[in-house]
């Protein structure tokens, strides 16, 4: 199992100075690896050339940053992407090459972890992800091209439609949120996800469903008028309280046996259903 990179915050300090391999022993050591497997081979290469790994994750962290640990990661990753791909016959070194993994990888990183939304992968995603701010910047800087054909140029220069242009910089200006997050200053619990319309609900028949249920409550306490009041209660808190109480416990509130309760029960309940009976007949 390979040795783990150390942290970003001690990567400078514990990195030794790199060995200098000639391209002698740069093609040596990487035949062992491609033809023999010699892990001790690849691992000489790949340490030897792991300040590439650091030069480009302090590029892409910007400048003043402390190493960013998953950047470092990636770059070790495409480094080693380098090193398993490396052909030494075809005459140039490996820096060159794993300079180019190196920076693919980390862009691959970027790129699908900016937004929690999965952004499209392609070669011409992945230039307009890169660039777009650099090629906006320039050309505005320049002059002479008129906002009303900015996004034209734009898409001209990268190669990819107006269209993807647009959506890029919708992306890149929204940043994710959290919809947990409270909306307005009052304090209220209120959240922006409470304020989205869920796509599946079908209101008319939530509505609906509320009417009947009231219809049904107002209905329900006219019958239960008819009723004794220690019939009433024994009703409510066995089926509409919550917890619902026990008949054992209603025996004990009421000074008799849980079975007189659930005698009582029942002729409530026949009570009741008649009660329905004859509306439904009407």
């Known amino acids: 199992m390979n040795k783990p990179f150390p942290p970003p915050q001690i990567a400078r300090k514990q990195t030794p100075r790199p060995e200098f391999?000639?391209?002698h022993n740069e093609a040596r050591l990487a035949r062992r690896?491609?033809?023999?497997?010699?892990?001790?081979?690849?691992?000489?290469?790949?340490?030897?050339?792991?300040?590439?790994?650091?030069?480009?994750?302090?590029?892409?962290?910007?400048?003043?940053?402390?190493?960013?640990?998953?950047?470092?990661?990636?770059?070790?990753?495409?480094?080693?992407?380098?090193?398993?791909?490396?052909?030494?016959?075809?005459?140039?070194?490996?820096?060159?090459?794993?300079?180019?993994?190196?920076?693919?990888?980390?862009?691959?990183?970027?790129?699908?972890?900016?937004?929690?939304?999965?952004?499209?992968n392609s070669?011409?995603?992945?230039?307009?992800?890169?660039?777009?701010?650099?090629?906006?910047?320039?050309?505005?800087?320049?002059?002479?091209?008129?906002?009303?054909?900015?996004?034209?140029?734009?898409?001209a220069d990268l190669a990819v439609t107006p269209k993807q242009v647009v959506l890029m910089q919708q992306r890149l200006a929204a940043q994710d949120g959290s919809l947990n997050r409270p909306v307005g200053n009052d304090g209220g619990t209120?959240?922006?996800?409470?304020?989205?319309?869920?796509?599946?609900?079908?209101?008319?028949?939530e509505v609906g469903t509320r009417l009947d249920t009231r219809?049904?409550?107002?209905?329900?306490?006219?019958?239960?008028?008819?009723?004794s009041k220690r019939e009433q209660e024994i009703?409510?808190?066995?089926?509409?309280?919550?917890?619902?109480?026990?008949l054992d416990a209603l025996g004990e509130q009421f000074g008799v046996s849980g079975e007189r309760i659930r005698q009582i029960r029942e002729a409530a309940l026949a009570r009741l259903r008649a009660s329905f009976a004859q509306t439904t007949a009407c």
């Open 235 to 246: 009703i409510i808190e066995i089926y509409v309280s919550d917890p619902p109480k026990t």
């Open 215 to 227: 219809a049904f409550w107002i209905k329900m306490s006219g019958y239960l008028d008819r009723l």
């Open 33 to 120: 690896w491609r033809d023999e497997g010699d892990i001790a081979a690849r691992n000489r290469l790949v340490t030897s050339h792991q300040a590439l790994a650091i030069a480009a994750t302090s590029r892409a962290g910007g400048k003043g940053r402390e190493l960013d640990t998953d950047i470092l990661q990636h770059a070790n990753i495409g480094l080693l992407k380098a090193a398993d791909r490396f052909d030494p016959d075809k005459g140039f070194r490996f820096s060159t090459y794993a300079a180019w993994w190196i920076r693919a990888e980390i862009q691959d990183y970027k790129i699908q972890n900016w937004s929690l939304v999965k952004l499209p």
């Open 190 to 205: 209120t959240q922006l996800q409470d304020l989205l319309e869920d796509p599946d609900a079908d209101v008319e028949k």
């Open 123 to 155: 070669a011409a995603s992945r230039k307009l992800f890169h660039n777009l701010k650099r090629v906006e910047s320039r050309l505005t800087a320049m002059g002479g091209v008129p906002p009303e054909h900015l996004v034209d140029r734009i898409a």
């Open 21 to 23: 391999l000639d391209a």
